[in-house]
């Protein structure tokens, strides 16, 4: 069965250090969605693409967040500088198309804790 | 404002035993409603999808109703078993076949399952 691919499973990283997450989602799905998962939270979106486009970040917090996915493939999530808020799962989804209809896949998640 | 909530929060059951989760959502338009479950540290894996016209859907011994009259949907789950300890989140799609929508999380309802 396929399957988003996410790395690394775990992360601890120091206050005010770069940090970055990959993923590789389902292949063919167009598009992708970051997530981030506050324990005892739901999954809160912080950005999704089409293709290589992001077509919402509006909960982004551009200031230290980032993301791409150059070739329309694989992502990278960053986070510069990390702080203790940061910690949290970082969960990739991947669907065949728009949102409305079509299945999500999700990753097993990238666990951040920021010491 | 789109919204979902679930209830009750978390939940503790014996071995065996049927359990019944809750989910009411306030989401228009209304394109299709999700469970999930998922496991401690790991990404949500969709148990079943349910589209307007549907009220019944089964996976297993996982059964999920919904009403889209009274916006209310239900995850049945029959003669429990220690696995069947997780989290379970409703996911509302919000949007048209097709068209990039969004998904409402509810914040889940924790299972605990006793021997």
């Known amino acids: 069965e396929a399957e988003v691919a996410q790395s690394p499973r775990y992360k601890i990283t120091e206050k005010s250090q770069a940090v970055a997450f990959w993923c590789d989602p389902i292949s063919g799905h167009a598009t992708l969605y970051w997530y981030r998962q506050i324990l005892g939270q739901g999954p809160e979106l912080l950005v999704q693409f089409q293709d290589e486009s992001v077509v919402d970040d509006s909960q982004l917090p551009k200031d230290r967040f980032s993301a791409e996915r150059l070739k329309g493939v694989d992502s990278t999530l960053k986070i510069q500088p990390a702080e203790l808020g940061d910690s949290a799962m970082y969960l990739c989804?991947?669907?065949?198309?728009?949102?409305?209809?079509?299945?999500?896949?999700f990753g097993s998640g990238t666990r951040l804790t920021v010491v | 404002k789109n919204q979902v909530e679930q209830s009750p929060q978390s939940l503790i059951i014996l071995e065996g035993k049927n359990c019944t989760l809750q989910c009411n959502y306030t989401v228009s338009p209304f394109s299709n409603l999700r469970w999930y479950k998922q496991d401690t540290g790991r990404g949500p894996v969709s148990l079943t999808i349910m589209t307007f016209s549907e009220n019944t859907k089964s996976n297993g011994r996982y059964t999920a109703t919904l009403d889209a009259d009274t916006k209310q949907s239900s995850l049945h789950i029959t003669a429990s078993q220690l696995s069947d300890s997780a989290s379970y989140i409703c996911?509302?799609?919000?949007?048209?076949?097709?068209?990039?929508?969004?998904?409402?999380f509810g914040k889940g309802t924790k299972l605990s399952v006793k021997p």
């Open positions: 996911v509302v799609s919000a949007g048209y076949g097709g068209s990039q929508g969004n998904l409402i």
């Open positions: 989804a991947s669907s065949p198309g728009g949102s409305g209809f079509y299945g999500y896949t």
